[in-house]
């Protein structure tokens, strides 16, 4: 199978697109996504200017999403692995430190159960640590 | 679907609220520097009804000096007259209940009936237990030997900075406020973007019973006011409710300023009836059916929602048909009208999420016992952000079992045996909050002894009583609040040697 044809974990909507430029060109600087957990603004995305949000060996690298990379923590990553993410951007104010909250704006995940078959086929993954190891950050 | 024709009592009046708020600094009212605002939008239309002050830096800045002026003198006020204020302050929402609860459902879209009867009635209690506890509570000595004697003496921390989820917006601050000002703390609170409104009605009706500085708010968004306050280095100390990503986060700014947090970041609460439940159709039968209704409560958005429900196989059939023709029975409708049993969602993105959890669930293959959709509301509410309370069968796996959904849905599984029950309940990331239901007595001991999480409710579920500390296990944060052990978290420890020995030592 050539590299080519690996089927993404995540993916991302043209609202979240156009949302990420926004971002990028406000902010002068990459970006970066982290899935959280929890209660409240739980169980969504949040971007950070790259490198504000230190990861390490207990997040997983589930991909890039234009350009920015998208981790996970490692426990979540575990109920979560079967199932492709789409960020998308809803209106809405989220209670946390994501950047795109000002704007009125709140990035989500939307979810797609993987087929069998794109199981045999998905994107590797790496832990945080791994990526600073490897100066991939 | 059709959309539900609202046959129900007539929703109270509003209550007069301000065009717009400015920040609650050193007893001031205090526009923001930005001298922007932004909307309020209340979910029961989706409709803005008030402005906050959109705070930043400068506005946090200002919010600690005036905390450090008022600590000098906080610090130092007797715990007799930090009860007073405390206790005043409990009059005073006490007094002013029906107008506060009003607010409340306006600003979160929670039911009428649950912001009379809970939040604001524990926001009374909370702060009368704290102002109780101080008069009581005492440090240590002890006598090492006959001319030693160490005292252990309690000193409050500093200038805290506070952080508050949009959930319960003036319980979850009381929480947070209370043992702070108790220990003899000032704090800078930043309230949740979606929910500034109902703490600042607060503050107008107490702003006269505190020294200006002790209690401070800013409002603001995450990034922009939130942010500063969790770096700065002159808070002594930060309080999280939130998720696990803020967390995080909060704990990695505390590191670099080697400060200490409390955190409460969530929950899948396991709610585990046992098989003899079942063994009568009785009034505890019926308790324990309500007690799995429970999860819609605060339409689900409760870090301890009981979101898995764990029944024993041969009871599922007789149990969850009553289970599901009872949440059947929740009377959705306008917040403000008295009848209604069941609100809107905080939120659009809340909304959002929920309904993206619900597509997930039927994808991974979960059935859908009742709900499973959003409820489209008419008379007004169209624009509201309802959801219909929603119960889904599957298997622990299922991510609608794994993570914290913050709606009205709860999923539910069947277990043979209680160790089945026990790695059930525990496998999850979190440990929050759990239930146990059984007529068994050695099960009411030894299951909850082996849950792994800080609150398990044994034959109740949803009580927050202050006086019973509350907190979580693993991924769920760690201190306790609602107990006086929330105030060691706002104290640090002086230890005073003392020696009463007129010799040397003779070293030197």
């Not at chain 2, 900075?161 to 220990?183: C, D, R, S, V, Y």
């Amino acid at each position: 199978m050539s590299e080519s044809k690996t089927i993404p974990r995540v993916i991302l909507s043209e609202a979240a697109i156009d949302t990420i430029d926004t971002l990028r060109k406000r902010f002068g600087t990459d970006l970066m996504f982290h899935q959280s957990g929890g209660c409240c603004d739980g169980s969504s995305p949040m971007c950070f200017e790259k490198g504000d949000f230190k990861v390490g060996g207990s997040d997983i690298w589930i991909g890039k999403v234009y350009g920015c990379d998208f981790f996970m923590n490692k426990d979540q990553f575990e109920y979560w692995k079967h199932t492709q993410l789409t960020l998308d951007v809803t209106p809405g104010r989220g209670s946390s430190f994501s950047i795109e909250i000002p704007m009125g704006i709140r990035f989500i995940i939307r979810s797609r159960v993987f087929t069998m078959e794109e199981l045999e086929n998905l994107e590797p993954t790496m832990t945080g640590e791994e990526m600073v190891e490897k100066n991939l950050l | 679907m059709s959309t539900l024709t609202l046959s129900q009592s007539k929703p109270v009046d509003r209550p007069q609220i301000k065009e717009k708020y400015d920040h609650f600094i050193g007893g001031k009212w205090v526009a923001p520097s930005s001298g922007e605002y932004f909307d309020n939008i209340s979910p029961i239309d989706g409709k803005a009804f008030s402005k906050a002050a959109r705070g930043n830096k400068a506005d946090i800045e200002k919010a600690l000096d005036a905390a450090h002026e008022a600590f000098a003198t906080w610090s130092k006020t007797s715990a007799a007259e930090r009860s007073r204020v405390l206790n005043k302050i409990a009059d005073i929402i006490e007094e002013n209940l029906e107008l506060l609860a009003r607010i409340e459902t306006i600003d979160n879209g929670k039911a009428l009936r649950e912001t009379r009867a809970a939040d604001l009635p524990l926001c009374v209690d909370h702060f009368r237990y704290f102002a109780g506890v101080i008069r009581a509570d005492e440090s240590s000595i002890s006598e090492h030997d006959e001319t030693t004697v160490s005292i252990a003496l309690h000193e409050p921390l500093g200038v805290v900075g506070q952080i508050i989820p949009w959930n319960f917006p003036l319980l979850m601050a009381t929480w947070k406020i209370a043992p702070a000002l108790a220990a003899g703390c000032c704090t800078v609170v930043k309230p949740a973007e979606q929910t500034p409104t109902s703490i600042m009605v607060l503050m107008e009706l107490i702003a006269d019973v505190l020294p200006p500085g002790v209690l401070n708010v800013v409002t603001g968004f995450g990034p922009e006011a939130g942010k500063p306050l969790a770096t700065s280095d002159r808070v002594a100390k930060v309080a999280f409710t939130g998720e696990t990503t803020t967390g995080r986060l909060i704990m990695q700014y505390a590191s670099e300023n080697l400060i200490p947090v409390t955190m409460e970041l969530g929950g899948k609460s396991p709610n585990i009836f046992m098989k003899s439940v079942g063994d009568a159709d009785d009034e505890f039968f019926d308790k324990a059916v309500e007690g799995a209704v429970m999860f819609a409560l605060n339409q689900g958005e409760v870090c301890t929602c009981p979101s898995r429900i764990l029944v024993h196989e041969d009871i599922y059939d007789k149990f969850m048909e009553r289970v599901v023709a009872r949440t059947k029975a929740i009377k959705m409708g306008h917040p403000l009208a008295e009848d209604t049993m069941m609100g809107a969602q905080a939120s659009n993105d809340q909304f959002e999420k929920i309904l993206s959890y619900l597509d997930i669930g039927k994808q991974e293959g979960a059935e859908v016992l009742c709900g499973g959709e959003k409820a489209s509301l008419n008379s007004g509410l169209e624009t509201g952000y309802y959801i219909q309370p929603t119960i889904f069968k599957g298997h622990n796996k299922m991510r609608i079992f794994q993570e914290e959904i913050f709606g009205p849905v709860t999923s539910v599984t069947t277990f043979k045996t209680t160790e089945e029950a026990i790695a059930i309940a525990n496998d999850t990331m979190y440990g929050l909050g759990a239930g146990l239901w059984s007529r068994d007595a050695h099960e009411l001991y030894q299951v909850p002894r082996a849950i792994q999480a800080g609150r398990v409710w044994v034959n109740c579920y949803h009580a927050y009583p202050a006086h019973a500390p509350f907190g979580g296990y693993k991924k769920s944060g760690f201190g306790r609040e609602n107990h006086l052990m929330m105030l060691n978290h706002y104290r640090q420890t002086k230890n005073m040697l003392i020696s009463y020995s007129k010799n040397k030592l003779g070293f030197f």
